[in-house]
């Protein structure tokens, strides 16, 4: 990844040298200049406005009424529901990244695995994906109705429960619910850049380190985990910043309730915006959050850094 | 070359030519009016799309377009369009967010296209919510009370003889149906509304929402009072399981399906129950006494934008909507109370029992009052009932709290 050798200048020639030089120098930046400018329209202009519309005083159909300095952030900061939405985004990140790696790396060996039906069963656990989360978060509402929910009705069948539970009725269950629903859906993508990853390591290390009388404990606790290692931190930094951002689970299953137990920032951002009317606070709040995901973003991007000497 | 050119340049002129007279044709013929539905059941998009045929046919120049949005969306739509410009001519709100609107000089004072004659067909209360500062600018184009909904199979088996007059015997018909294996009294506690289930309670308790000086008073003896009673409702079992996983829908289905003997709600159940559980035995009762008799109305306006460039046009599409024709066939469809005197004297409505016990709780009815922060207020009393109702906090408490909260965006 050396890009100086491609703007080096060649030697000059004749008189022309100088011109041909400058406009040697002056291509590379000419070639990126459309997607640059491309960037800018695309985020630079809502990130304008967004940091306009957080620093303003703004009506609900988005009339700027006056600047009013950082007040938006700081009466976001004093509601005690967003310091736990705060509180809550990270459980909920660190729950459902963590449960989704966990999971997702026994799934990817077994996948990796040579066996009957293989192709099949790949199909079955990527087919989470090509389903929309609001799709997936209303079904699964369903499932754990309390009343005539699949899960309830399962759970009895088993002797397991007593009675109906009414899952999204209480905090206390509801919250687990949708981190059991987060990891369920997270899943299929973890699973796809761990199964790339397995993929990569060549098969003859196993086959050496057998030789040499290594268990399948130390094959995987030496061998893989190692050589996986690159692909599950990206699996972590990536997720997390999906995760991070996710609205339809949480939105559609609780909308944030019963008394705001739920809320994680985003949907509490967009309960301030569209439906208590306070665009200029939500701005506030999507620039809090939107710190907290380049801390992790700038993560990522050492982190491909250090990688790439190896 | 020059026969390709010559072709081409012949082609334009045609091209240009074409494209004045159509832009001569347009300018004389059509004027669009936009128009912002609110979907109220299945029937609202083909009630709208039938009167704005008719309407065309009898103003041939002026086109409508509607369009039919859902509740839950509705005002983030108008939200986008209105901040990017794109809004409709005329819209249907929640009458509660009329404030906002005229606040931010979006909607159109109608009183300079309203003569004697139109405002003498409304029926004056329904008139009033749409009018702000002395001036009108939403129109009543639904209007709902609420009532209580009971399944008179269930009573009948329970041994129960009349609808409860009071809470004293909801609770007592409750336990007497929770004995005979139903859920007694269905009790809201999800979503949009929450705290309006409450406010039937605190109203007949003597309590009111927000007092007279624009503060909070809902934190009151009787609103103590009330929530402790709901509270004891829920504790004694006496409600559905889980009341905080409940909106007013799930609500609804529970009572079609047979399965909750009371419930609160408005007119518009009566016209679901006919089509999707017409075997369904229920009667309508007043909502329980306690102080007091006491309902919750309710209207939705149609507003004229500011922005519009038609408004000659849209009002006269007002004035055709609001006709006893168009009315009768949109209250009749949708199951709400008549908000004109023509709808009010059709037969449909004098003979319509379950319905006059809507209109006879109007003279006690509480309207959600203009006020700003009505959504914020809204949202504190929903979030304390809730915490009360999954145990979290005592009834005076959180009462306290919400109202603290609730000022703060009150009036602002």
Known sequence: MNDASVVRPLPAREGAGGRRRRSRAAAPLLLVLPSLALAIAVIGYPFYEIVRLSLSDVSRFGQVRGFVGLANFSRAFADPNFLAALIRTLEWTVAVVGGTVLLAIPVALILRLDFYGRGLARTIVMLPWAISLSMAAIVWLWSFDGDHGMVNVTLQQLGLLGGNVQWMARPETAFPVEIAVGILVSIPFCVTILLGGLSSIPGDIYEAAAIDGASRAQSFRHLTLPLLRPFINIAIVLNVIYVFNSFPIIWVMTKGGPDNSTHILVTYLYEQAFYLGRPGLAAAVSLAMLAIVFVFTMIYVRMQGREEPA | ?412
């Open chain 2, 1 to 412: 070359m020059t026969i390709g050119r010559k072709a081409f340049l012949r082609g334009a002129t045609l091209a240009l030519a074409l494209c004045g007279a159509t832009a001569l044709v347009s300018a004389a013929r059509a004027e669009t009016v936009r128009v912002t539905g609110a979907y109220y059941s299945d029937k609202t998009g083909p009630y709208l799309e039938k009167m704005a045929a008719e309407f065309h046919k009898l103003n041939p120049t002026i086109d409508i377009k509607i369009e039919v949005v859902n509740w839950d969306n509705l005002l983030q739509k108008l939200q986008t369009d209105i901040s990017g410009g794109t809004n409709a001519d005329i819209s249907i709100i929640g009458t509660r967010w009329l404030l906002d609107f005229v606040k931010d000089d979006q909607a159109e004072a109608l009183d300079g296209y309203m003569d004697a004659a139109f405002k003498d067909r409304f029926i004056g209360a329904f008139l009033a919510p749409g009018q702000i500062g002395g001036k009108t600018y939403g129109l009543p184009i639904a209007a709902s009370a609420r009532a209580l909904y009971y399944n008179k199979d269930l009573f009948a088996k329970a041994g129960i003889a009349a609808p409860p007059a009071t809470w004293d015997d909801v609770a007592a018909d409750a336990a007497k149906l929770k004995a005979s294996g139903v859920a007694g009294f269905g009790l809201q506690g999800k979503a949009i509304e929450t705290d309006v289930y409450w406010y039937y309670a605190l109203w007949t308790y003597g309590g009111d929402v927000v007092g007279a000086d624009g503060k909070a008073a809902f934190a009151s003896d009787a609103g103590v009072k009330a929530l402790t009673m709901y509270k004891s409702l829920i504790d004694k079992g006496l409600t559905e399981d889980g009341v905080t996983n409940y909106t007013r829908e799930d609500l609804q289905n529970l009572f079609k399906q047979g399965r909750v003997g009371m419930v609160i709600t408005a007119p518009f159940l009566i016209n679901q129950i006919a089509t999707e559980a017409p075997k369904l035995n229920y009667g309508i009762a007043p909502v329980p006494k306690e102080a007091q008799s006491a309902t919750y109305a309710v209207t939705d306006s149609v507003v004229l934008f500011k922005n519009s460039k038609v408004k000659a046009a849209a009002w006269k599409f007002l004035d055709f909507l609001f006709t006893p024709g168009p009315r009768i066939e949109f209250t009749k469809g949708e199951g709400f109370l008549p908000t004109t005197k023509g709808e009010a004297t059709d037969s449909y409505f004098v003979s319509n029992e379950r319905l006059q016990t809507f209109v006879n709780l109007l003279p006690s009815a509480h309207f959600a009052p203009t006020v700003t922060g009505w959504e914020d207020t809204a949202k504190a009393v929903s979030d304390a009932v809730q915490s009360v109702y999954v145990g979290k906090a005592e009834p005076a408490a959180a009462l306290k709290a919400a109202a603290a909260k609730a000022d703060e965006a009150l009036g602002k």
